[in-house]
């Protein structure tokens, strides 16, 4: 199948505190998996991406790791601040070439 | 402003009624993808192009939907006799694909979206 699943679906932290969004897919040729985060209103922006042929990867206070054989891949962010605040969809470029998103994490940073 | 573009922003209609929406991506990007968002749920596949070729359609999608890209750079998505299930957001995307040789790049980017209200 193509579908992609995304744990969990709302995620309350202290801001300082760090987050973890997790999703797995089961297409075995999916090889490109990007990470958006959406405000409200607002169209989905790409905030880090991963190639099948890396392991982990990171940007600052963001980092994506991917483990291949077990399907699964995760987004890290840390030291969360109030404007991290939003929803956060994965995704992975399925064998055909099409996205496939995930159903949406909704991150809330407490100050 | 070089970004992805789309018109109109929002379109109100009766149920019965036909729509067209617009998608210009970004000059060089080749791809062009159509997606369909309901709140709280992610993007759902609709459909893409490369250049003028429509690659794919989602198995899912009804036949009173139809997306063009004649000459591989704007698109139009038009939904006939529109149902009030249509109500949703429609984004549009596009990226660009490399010949093999060159340096892949995947990154999609996003229009602003066109809200569709059907009452």
């Known amino acids: 199948g193509e579908n992609v699943e995304q744990h969990p679906s709302t995620l309350s932290v202290q801001e300082g505190d760090s987050a973890v969004i997790k999703c797995t897919y089961s297409d075995s040729a999916s090889n490109y998996f990007p990470w958006y985060k959406q405000e409200l209103g607002k169209r989905p922006q790409l905030i880090i991406d991963i190639r099948s042929n890396v392991g982990e990867k990171k940007d600052q206070r963001i980092a994506v790791t991917l483990n291949k054989t077990a399907k699964h891949f995760s987004l890290h962010i840390t030291e969360t601040q109030p404007e991290d605040s939003a929803v956060y969809f994965c995704a992975h470029q399925s064998g055909t070439y099409k996205y496939i998103f995930g159903t949406g994490t909704r991150l809330k940073v407490l100050a | 402003d070089t970004g992805v573009s789309q018109d109109p922003r929002h379109k109100i209609t009766k149920r019965g009624q036909n729509v067209t929406f617009r998608c210009d991506p970004i000059s060089e990007h080749n791809r062009l993808y159509w997606y369909r968002q309901t709140l709280g749920q992610g993007p759902e596949f609709l459909t893409y192009f490369q250049n003028e070729a429509q690659l794919e359609k989602s198995r899912l999608l009804s036949d009173r939907f139809s997306a063009e890209r004649p000459k591989g750079s704007f698109s139009t998505l038009e939904i006939q006799r529109t149902e009030q299930g249509d109500s949703a957001m429609y984004l549009c995307?596009?990226?660009?694909?490399?010949?093999?040789?060159?340096?892949?790049?995947?990154?999609?980017?996003f229009g602003p979206g066109t809200r569709l209200t059907v009452t």
């Open positions: 995307a596009s990226s660009l694909l490399l010949p093999p040789q060159q340096r892949r790049s995947y990154e999609q980017y």
